[in-house]
């Protein structure tokens, strides 16, 4: 046979999605994966019962159907008080992960540098390779996970084409405050470098934090390369609807390598979000206070356990410090807590570039109900897993 690609064969498979294969293997609550467990909004979902009988059926244009394009338009500039053009800056994907491969494919060279914070998405790492760019990771320290300006500037300094940047943060929750995107701004304007977010989201942020869009700051709407979905703020994460928002020059080439990659994303679908994307202030409210709730529920239910953790500003997970119960591997901890105790969660080594083995990640985007019985089998956790 043919040798195979070298770029993949570092590839292992997705360790987010491997938990969540071990956890339905040995009937854990699944914390591990991060998608909620509780429907959409009904206005949604009638929506889409009423596209299945009537229609789009086929093929939108390509960079995504003319009322999701408006729509999500008009919902950015209200949010981020940055005017978008429905026209010339938005390519509609198959879902974040499309666009920020997209992105990636779009504006780097192979051999390009590209910073990424650590701890990171583990997609990020693997954008990189498969577009040929090198990777500098730039560690975010615990348990505030702020980042040192010096040591990010000297990342800079090696000559990067992009940044990489979630906010609010997977796998830690951390919320940028508009001080830190400006010295990050700067930076990226020093070194004539653009920033590539991550800003799925964006509306689930807790008080008293807040989010700041990257593009509003000075000097970044044409730097900026926007890859957002739907997923988390209608929680429809299998709808797989995503989006590139940028300058008009950097989405003609986002365009053209979505086309290759997917065509497009679906009709129905987008015409069922279009609902969801039209949506007024009190439904963002709304979810704010029910994130709220469920983290709450979640973390004294930790407290009272005696789990140690940091405390998350944004997202839906939390990251556990698993130090006192003595193992050597995060992974092998996961595989013993999804089989023991019945609860999956993912290995916080597959965030972090550092040698780090002293984290796991749960996510608490669950009705009540399942995370009580998570948290009803995690009071055996002490007496279980400690070796």
């Known amino acids: 046979m ?37 429907d959409p909004p009904k206005e949604i979902m009638n929506e889409l019962q009423r596209a299945a009988t009537e229609g789009p059926h086929q093929y939108a244009i390509t960079y995504g159907a003319k009322n999701f394009r408006e729509a999500l338009a008009r919902k950015q500039e209200h949010f ?66 702020t980042f040192d300006a010096n040591v990010l500037e000297d990342a800079f300094k090696q000559g990067v084409k992009a940044l990489i940047l979630c906010n609010p943060s997977n796998p830690c929750g951390k919320v940028f405050t508009k001080e830190e995107l400006t010295i990050i701004a700067e930076l990226a304007i020093r070194y004539d470098a653009f920033v590539i977010t991550d800003e799925v989201y964006e509306h689930i942020i807790y008080e008293p934090y807040k989010h700041v869009y990257m593009s509003s700051i000075k000097g970044m709407k044409d730097r900026t390369i926007i890859c957002s979905s739907l997923s988390k703020t209608y929680s429809i994460t299998g709808w797989r609807l995503g989006y590139v928002i940028a300058n008009e020059q950097v989405i003609e080439r986002v365009k053209k390598v979505h086309d290759f990659l997917t065509v497009g994303a679906a009709a129905p679908l987008m015409e069922a979000a279009c609902v969801g994307l039209s949506f007024g202030d009190e439904y963002y409210k709304k979810l704010q206070a029910h994130y709220t709730h469920m983290k709450n529920l979640f973390i004294s239910g930790m ?53 780090v083995n002293n984290y796991i990640r749960f996510h608490f985007a669950k009705q009540d109900s399942t995370l009580e019985e998570a948290l009803s089998r995690l009071e055996n956790m002490n007496r279980i897993m400690k070796k």
């Open 2 to 38: 043919p040798e195979l690609s070298k770029r993949t064969e570092s590839f292992t498979d997705s360790v987010i999605r491997r938990m969540t294969r071990i956890s339905d293997a040995y009937g854990a609550v699944n914390l591990s994966q991060g998608f909620p467990d509780f």
């Open 80 to 145: 981020s008080g940055v005017k978008v053009d429905p026209e010339k800056e938005i390519v509609v994907t198959c879902g974040s992960t499309e666009a920020m491969m997209a992105a990636m494919m779009a504006v780097t060279n192979p051999k390009d540098k590209v910073i990424i914070f650590s701890p990171f998405y583990e997609n990020y790492g693997a954008d990189t390779i498969l577009t040929g760019a090198v990777p500098i990771y730039v560690p975010l320290m615990p348990p505030a996970f």
């Open 303 to 355: 407290d009272q356990i005696g789990l140690q953790y940091s405390d998350p500003q944004g997202a839906y997970f939390v990251l556990v410090d698993i130090s006192e119960y003595g193992y050597k591997s995060d992974v092998e901890f996961c595989e013993d807590l999804a089989r023991k105790v019945k609860v999956g969660a993912v290995p916080g080594s597959s965030f972090f570039k550092e040698n």
